[in-house]
């Protein structure tokens, strides 16, 4: 039976363009096109060996890229008049990326803002104190507060693709065997409560075999959604470390 994963957290091209722009400490005025485009292709293909559906905007947005890193490629156009060679301004084809960019951070702070004042009005009651320690198991998953987003996950999987790819023998027989996704997040969650401690992302996946990899990845990422384990990294582009909740007193529920 396939196994299918939808990422809420994509919010579109524009929200992975900006992830990619903080990240990697870039000037949204004076974006380097080359750059930016290599490390949005290689989330795309990431995201295309998980074999995940891709909407059709990142792919549009993919080829707006190469359209502006063509077009900066091209030699500035000049002109000789009255033996003097007189250069043309013309316009950076990555204006309208630029506004684009901007004016999406701008509804999205907002976004963000006026998300917060929800929730902080949400906090606000006008009648006296109630007993709520009823209430207190079913809100415990509410202090769950991971600083590890979808796309420092999709990243750290890249980075383990990579690896595994250079330290793949140049021969090796495979056998093609299916793997519950259910099963092995029994397996991860076993696996970290023997250990008893956060344990690095990449000691998830002891096997080569890339379906094994990619059903591994699945089941993290499930296994977070599910509140039952933890993941943090203390800096950008570190390692990052699993956990149980239990391990930190939050415990989710299958």
């Given at each position: 039976?396939e ?9 579109g ?10 990240s990697?400490e870039?000037d949204?005025?004076d ?6 485009t ?5 989330y ?5 060996v998980?074999?995940l ?7 549009v947005m993919?080829?707006t ?6 077009k900066?490629?091209l ?9 003097q ?9 990555r ?17 963000q803002?006026l ?7 949400g906090?606000?009651y ?6 709520l320690?009823?209430?207190?198991d079913?809100?415990?998953n509410?202090r ?11 990243g750290?999987f890249?980075?383990?693709l990579?690896?595994?790819?250079i330290?793949k023998?140049?021969?090796?027989k ?12 029994d ?12 344990k ?9 075999d890339r ?5 591994s ?10 509140s ?9 582009f ?7 909740a239990?391990e ?7």
């Amino acid at each position: 039976m396939e196994y299918n994963v939808k990422i809420d957290a994509f919010e579109g091209p524009l929200d992975l363009l900006l992830h990619l722009i903080n990240s990697l400490e870039i000037d949204i005025y004076d974006i380097p096109v080359s750059e930016i485009t290599e490390q949005y292709l290689l989330y795309i293909h990431t995201m295309k060996v998980l074999e995940l559906d891709i909407a059709s905007e990142y792919l549009v947005m993919a080829a707006t890229l190469l359209a502006i890193k063509s077009k900066m490629l091209l030699p500035k156009h000049e002109e000789e008049f009255d033996n003097q060679e007189i250069e043309f301004e013309e316009e950076d084809p990555r204006d309208e990326l630029v506004e684009r960019l901007i004016e999406y951070r701008k509804y999205k702070e907002a976004a963000q803002e006026l998300k917060q004042r929800e929730e902080d009005r949400g906090k606000m009651y006008t009648k006296p104190p109630s007993d709520l320690s009823q209430y207190t198991d079913e809100q415990v998953n509410e202090r769950l507060d991971p600083n590890v987003t979808v796309y420092d996950m999709l990243g750290a999987f890249h980075k383990l693709l990579r690896r595994k790819k250079i330290q793949k023998p140049m021969s090796t027989k495979i056998s093609r065997q299916e793997i519950p996704i259910e099963q092995r997040m029994d397996e991860i969650v076993d696996l970290l409560k023997k250990s008893k401690q956060r344990k690095p992302f990449s000691s998830l996946f002891p096997y080569e075999d890339r379906e094994h990899i990619v059903v591994s990845f699945l089941a993290v990422l499930e296994l977070m959604k599910r509140s039952k384990i933890i993941v943090d990294q203390e800096q950008n582009f570190e390692e990052i470390y699993v956990q149980t909740a239990e391990e930190v007193g939050l415990i989710g529920s299958y």
